[in-house]
């Protein structure tokens, strides 16, 4: 939103105050409301955005809505789901489970544990094995960033925000150290929570992930 210069208001939500939104069929969030309808998933909100405001700047480069960097984009949405979002589960589940609000833990326990065949506690055995296979996933991104400031080049776009965005969520939701302090991402994640005057990192402090 902000990339696109649209002005928004956003709402704090928890897990169970999700199938409240619009008419009850979500059950995930991010979910947008802009000109009476809802839509859920950030590939599908990047998508209408892109859509349904092509005079304001393109989330996927040159051509907008028409060139490469929407297929492009899309590739990377689903790398970094399978790379970075589910490895990173596996470490900080508990984690997210001891800061969630008290009326969301029997909710969140009971699904995730359903989901996975584990209990959570299980789920995190080891994890720090798991972090250091899941930060040598992350080569492919280091790579892109030997000669450029961002993943997209000169200036940052979608697929920027979606990489940075799996990376920098677990920030407020674990005390774990996810990338040491010598990573050559750490500079580019600097870049991007400086964007639009620090908005990335106006979230909680108190625990350090990245």
């Known amino acids: 939103m902000a990339h696109k210069g649209l002005p928004y208001e956003t709402?704090?939500?928890?897990?169970?105050?999700?199938?409240a939104i619009g008419d009850g069929s979500y059950?995930?969030?991010?979910v947008i409301e802009d000109k009476g309808q809802h839509i859920c998933d950030s590939w599908?909100?990047?998508?209408?955005?892109?859509d349904a405001y092509p005079n304001t700047p393109s989330l996927f480069g040159e051509a907008g809505a028409n060139g490469p960097g929407r297929s492009l984009s899309q590739f990377l949405q689903h790398w970094g789901m399978r790379a970075i979002s589910f490895p990173l589960?596996?470490?900080i589940i508990k984690d997210i489970y001891d800061r969630l609000d008290p009326a969301d833990q029997p909710y969140f326990r009971e699904s995730r544990e359903a989901r996975f065949g584990k209990t959570l506690e299980q789920m995190v055995e080891g994890r720090e094995k798991t972090v250091e296979e899941f930060r040598g996933g992350l080569n492919p991104l280091r790579t892109c960033l030997d000669d450029q400031p961002f993943l997209s080049g000169a200036t940052p776009l979608y697929?920027?925000?979606?990489?940075?965005?799996?990376?920098?969520?677990?920030?407020?939701m674990t005390p774990l150290k996810l990338l040491d302090d010598d990573d050559p991402l750490s500079p580019w994640l600097g870049r991007m929570l400086g964007l639009f005057d620090g908005?990335?990192?106006?979230?909680?402090?108190?625990?350090?992930?990245v």
């Open 11 to 19: 709402v704090s939500t928890r897990f169970t105050d999700i199938a």
């Open 27 to 30: 059950k995930t969030i991010p």
């Open 44 to 50: 599908m909100i990047a998508n209408y955005l892109e």
């Open 89 to 91: 589960l596996h470490v």
């Open 159 to 172: 697929p920027d925000y979606v990489m940075a965005a799996a990376l920098l969520w677990p920030r407020a």
């Open 199 to 209: 908005l990335a990192g106006m979230q909680p402090k108190e625990w350090v992930g």
